[in-house]
């Protein structure tokens, strides 16, 4: 459907960040090799402004109000759930991909109704919209007025000006015993304790902000960015780049509360994954980006 954008982006909510130059990338032994984290290379970007924080259920739904948007799971009829959200009745009757058997494609699960028919929003209004397509983050951020941010963008935001720090803020995960993000602590994928104080989504605005003034850019929610992916970089220097012209998947980057390290590390501020530009699940949102 067609989206009209507003005429220009507000700067509430938004933090403007002057640009420069930062080292992006990792070559972590921790990293997958196959998520092209690396080689660490020199990065500029221009002067932009970035959301504090994804976009929020509350946020959504005035999209949703004002333009009709559908969104992709919603066109769909199912989404993606993590299957502890399920009981065991439902767990048996979704279907579950071989390779993930923890996430469940369950019918009806939406932005509206994030664990599938019967589940609702209404006490998560200032938690990140969740079963958000890469269309649907693209929709919403022209009606905004605004833009998804580069990949280059996101980490040069995400990082806080702390140089090849491992964390948003710094390298070691819980400095003075405080957890900093919202990410899976116990067993995974059967036991979370809960620890950094959230079991699923928090509010978007949890915890403590990095430097720049961003909250939760690890953890919490995965967030869909402009470029398509690839895991081959160029190591020379590079000015305001973006990803390839062609491919079929977008990136995400930040991790989320289902991220732990016997399995899924990628809460590091370096670390990325992919996925179709229609695919949803109740564990990706995004923020927007615009220009200065």
Not at 103 to 110: I, L
Not at 210 to 237: Q, S
Request: hydrophobic letters at 35%; a neutral charge; charged letters at 20%.
């Amino acid at each position: 459907m067609t989206i009209t954008a507003r005429p220009k982006a507000s700067g509430r909510g938004m933090v403007t960040l002057a640009g420069g130059t930062f080292w992006m990338g990792n070559e972590d032994a921790l990293a997958n090799p196959g998520d092209g984290e690396g080689p660490v290379r020199e990065v500029t970007v221009s002067p932009f402004r970035i959301d504090e924080h994804a976009v929020t259920n509350a946020r959504f739904a005035v999209f949703v109000k004002e333009t009709g948007y559908v969104t992709d799971a919603e066109r769909f009829g199912w989404s993606y759930v993590f299957a502890g959200f399920l009981g065991p009745q439902r767990v048996r009757a979704t279907q579950a991909p071989a390779a993930t058997p923890w996430w469940r494609g369950v019918e009806g699960a939406t932005w509206r109704a994030p664990e599938g028919p019967g589940t609702g929003i209404g006490d998560r209004a200032r938690h990140p919209v969740v079963h958000v397509s890469w269309a649907d983050a693209h929709a919403y951020a022209q009606w905004a007025g605004k833009r998804l941010p580069t990949e280059a963008e996101w980490e040069y935001a995400a990082r806080g000006g702390l140089d090849r720090a491992r964390y948003p803020w710094g390298d070691e995960l819980t400095p003075r015993g405080r957890w900093r993000c919202n990410i899976w602590q116990g067993d995974f994928p059967t036991v979370n304790t809960g620890e950094d104080g959230h079991v699923g989504t928090a509010p978007v605005d949890a915890y403590r902000p990095n430097a720049h003034g961003l909250h939760n850019v690890v953890g919490n929610v995965w967030e869909w960015v402009a470029d398509r992916f690839t895991a081959t970089h160029c190591a020379a220097p590079a000015v305001d780049p973006r990803g390839p012209e062609e491919g079929d998947n977008r990136v995400m980057r930040g991790g989320s509360y289902m991220c732990h390290d016997s399995y899924c590390n990628r809460y590091r501020v370096a670390a990325r994954t992919s996925n179709t530009p229609d695919s949803s699940s109740g564990n990706c949102g995004f923020r927007c980006a615009a220009d200065v």
